[in-house]
């Protein structure tokens, strides 16, 4: 069984800047490896969305949604079996339960949140104006 469990989540004030951790215990992984990780979010009364993820290969480009290119960037450990995703000039509209996940093996597409098999409990983070 794999458990990821999310850390770094927390108030800050618009602008500002946070770090959030997430760190994969157990051994379910078919590969030494998750084959990608991401951090999805859900807003208040809002969905679940893609916010970044990345690939076990250095040589992949890591994804961003639109709402965050430019201010977030996520990067893994892969020693720590650990995902981080830095969070700069935050706003308001981030505000939102940061949730992380792993995906076992190859899929075709790496934002579609039923494609991820572990899921962490999730994070708060809220931005205040």
């Known amino acids: 069984q794999v458990q990821l469990t999310e850390s770094g989540g927390g108030l800050v004030q618009a602008g500002g800047s946070l770090r959030l951790s997430c760190a994969a215990s157990?051994?379910?992984?078919?590969?030494?490896?998750?084959?990608?990780m991401a951090w999805f979010r859900q807003g208040p009364g809002k969905g679940r969305e893609i916010v970044a993820s990345?690939?076990?290969?250095?040589?992949?480009?890591?994804y961003y949604a639109d709402s965050v290119q430019g201010r977030f960037t996520i990067s893994r450990d892969n020693a720590k079996n650990s995902v981080y995703l830095q969070m700069n000039s935050l706003k308001p509209s981030d505000t939102a339960n940061y949730y992380c996940?792993?995906?076992?093996?190859?899929?075709?597409?790496?934002?579609?949140?039923?494609?991820?098999?572990?899921w962490g409990q999730g994070t708060q983070v809220t931005v205040s104006s």
């Open positions: 996940a792993a995906m076992d093996s190859f899929r075709f597409t790496l934002i579609q949140a039923r494609l991820y098999d572990h």
């Open positions: 990345i690939r076990d290969s250095s040589v992949a480009k890591p």
């Open positions: 157990g051994r379910t992984f078919s590969s030494t490896y998750p084959y990608a």
